[in-house]
């Protein structure tokens, strides 16, 4: 089979050490009976699902996060038995599958209790189906709003013959990751009223997410769901600094695939937005928008010979234009994240450029750019 990007010199690094780092450090920051659960969702922020879980079980993780229900049968399949928690809401049809490959799946309805129950017994599946209860304290994303339907949740689930393990009880917050704390403490507030309906609490009782645990560590219950401060990113970009050196992962580099003199006059790329004003050395990089380098990049700039050179011209489908200091050969590599000699490039500083968070480029980068993996180790 093809590995469609292999044969092009364009490359997500992935550093597992710094992954196993930053876990470590959590690892000792949190309360010794706490769970870390690594979350793993969107191909692990982009870094790559499996290679990520397997850096963050040896680093600690005792359980993994998803967004949807696939990501958990990958896990599985690459032969992880930890617990895995997805964390949307799975369509009740494929609960017998949920159930027999021992995943957890959050739910915040009677409905979904009801219609799984029913599939469960339509295909006599013997193993219970591991429920975590979500509610909604503020969030208003999914879960249960008042304590009279999460009582009767309760209920439904401790039946006898319930068909489901009432594992855990879980919020999330919206705010946690802002110095003004009002709202956040709005949504405890509304989470110790909400499971002060329920008698006897399931063995996993979690709140946090990074954010959480980094600046209200204070509340993280039995469980951490440790997500993009894993990959050494601060969960609020810049606005709060975390308690220790967060690593990042990721590096994402390039060789120059054509130099060329430009004349004084001449312009570079579609709509011709960018004209020389004097004789200049251009370089091309064989990256684009369709590799998650947002077209929006056009006048930021990447590292060649530990130079910064801006990127001129309109941020093409697959290739785009960079002016360099000097001539350089064909083949000189470029840093469009990570470091090169003094100078640094992070996702944060894409993400403040782009007007958005390191979270969305890093899961934005496609999978035409193939994953490298190092572990010091
Ligand atoms: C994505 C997610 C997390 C992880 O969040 P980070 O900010 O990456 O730590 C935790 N909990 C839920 C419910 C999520 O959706």
């Known amino acids: 089979m093809v590995v469609i990007g292999e044969h092009r010199h364009t490359q997500v690094q992935i550093d597992l050490q710094a992954i196993k780092h930053n876990i470590s450090e959590e690892m000792t920051r949190k309360d010794p009976l706490t769970e870390l659960w690594a979350v793993v969702k969107a191909n692990g922020y982009g870094h790559g699902i499996i290679q990520v879980a397997q850096a963050a079980k040896q680093a600690g993780a005792t359980g993994f996060c998803v967004a949807i229900l696939d990501e958990a049968l990958a896990l599985r399949q690459a032969g992880l038995t930890e617990p895995i928690l997805v964390l949307g809401i799975v369509e009740p049809e494929y609960a017998a599958l949920i159930a027999e490959k021992a995943i957890s799946v959050a739910v915040g309805s009677q409905a979904w209790l009801t219609q799984a129950a029913t599939v469960l017994a339509a295909n006599q599946v013997n193993a219970p189906l591991h429920v975590h209860l979500a509610l909604d304290t503020g969030m208003g994303r999914i879960g249960f709003q008042t304590p009279a339907d999460l009582a009767a949740a ?5 039946q006898p013959q319930s068909p489901f393990d009432f594992e855990g009880i879980f919020t999330h917050f919206s705010t946690a990751d802002q110095a003004d704390d009002t709202y956040f403490i709005q949504q405890l507030t509304n989470w110790k009223t909400l499971i002060a309906a329920v008698d006897e609490l399931p063995r996993y009782v979690h709140v946090s997410n990074s954010a959480t645990s980094l600046w209200h560590q204070a509340c993280n219950g039995n469980m951490i769901r440790f997500g993009v401060a894993l990959y050494g990113l601060n969960p609020s970009g810049t606005a709060l600094s975390a308690p220790y050196r967060l ?3 990721l590096s994402l580099t390039a ?17 011709a937005t960018y004209t020389a ?8 990089v064989p990256i684009g928008y369709a590799d998650g380098y947002e077209r929006r ?4 700039h990447v590292l060649v010979d530990g130079r910064v050179c801006e990127i001129v011209g309109r941020v093409c489908m697959d290739q785009m234009m960079v002016r360099l200091p000097h001539e350089v050969p064909v083949g000189t590599p470029v840093t469009l994240v990570g470091t090169d000699g003094d100078q640094t490039i992070s996702l944060q500083d894409i993400a403040d450029y782009c007007g958005t968070i390191h979270y969305e480029i890093a899961c934005g980068l496609a999978t035409r750019l193939p994953r490298v993996y190092t572990d010091a180790e």
């Open 154 to 158: 309760v209920q439904t689930l401790r």
């Open 247 to 249: 690593q990042p992962a």
């Open 255 to 271: 060789e120059l695939s054509f130099v060329k003199h430009l004349a004084a006059g001449k312009s570079i790329s579609y709509g």
């Open 277 to 284: 004003k004097q004789a200049e050395w251009i370089g091309t």
């Open 297 to 300: 990049l056009q006048g930021f």
